[in-house]
Nanobody
Framework: QVQLVESGGGLVQTGGSLRLSCVASGRTFGSYTMAWFRQAPGKEREFVAAIKWTGISTAYSDSVKARFTISRDNAKSTLYLQMNRLKPEDTAVYYC?????????????????WGQGTQVTVSS
């Protein structure tokens, strides 16, 4: 199965932008439906966005829709999350996750592989 490593987190002011990356190694990246989740201190892990293994279908949580964009580059085995108009409530550790084939899902339990996470902090 794939191994996942996230990067691109950091400290940004309200209204700013960040782009997260998740590089996959191991089995064929193009076979995996990918997602981003996040977890803020004291809160449960929540779904952010997902993209089907075909790269055609995407899904977003209501809280990030129209501000975040998920994309993938199968040639580079990399998943991206472009985050614009960031808000303090976006502060969290962001995780990428993978599941072999299948439709996009907002349920963390359906994903088999997880990265170690990258911290995003949005100051007010």
């Amino acid at each position: 199965q794939v191994q996942l490593v996230e990067s691109g987190g950091g400290l940004v002011q309200t209204g700013g932008s960040l782009r997260l990356s998740c590089v996959a190694s191991g089995r064929t990246f193009g076979s995996y439906t990918m997602a981003w989740f996040r977890q803020a201190p004291g809160k449960e892990r929540e779904f952010v966005a997902a993209i089907k293994w075909t790269g055609i279908s995407t899904a977003y949580s209501d809280s990030v829709k129209a501000r975040f964009t998920i994309s993938r580059d199968n040639a580079k085995s990399t998943l991206y999350l472009q985050m614009n108009r960031l808000k303090p409530e976006d502060t969290a550790v962001y995780y990428c996750a993978a599941k072999l084939y299948g439709s996009s899902s907002s349920y963390a339990g359906q994903y088999d592989v997880w990265g170690q996470g990258t911290q995003v902090t949005v100051s007010s």
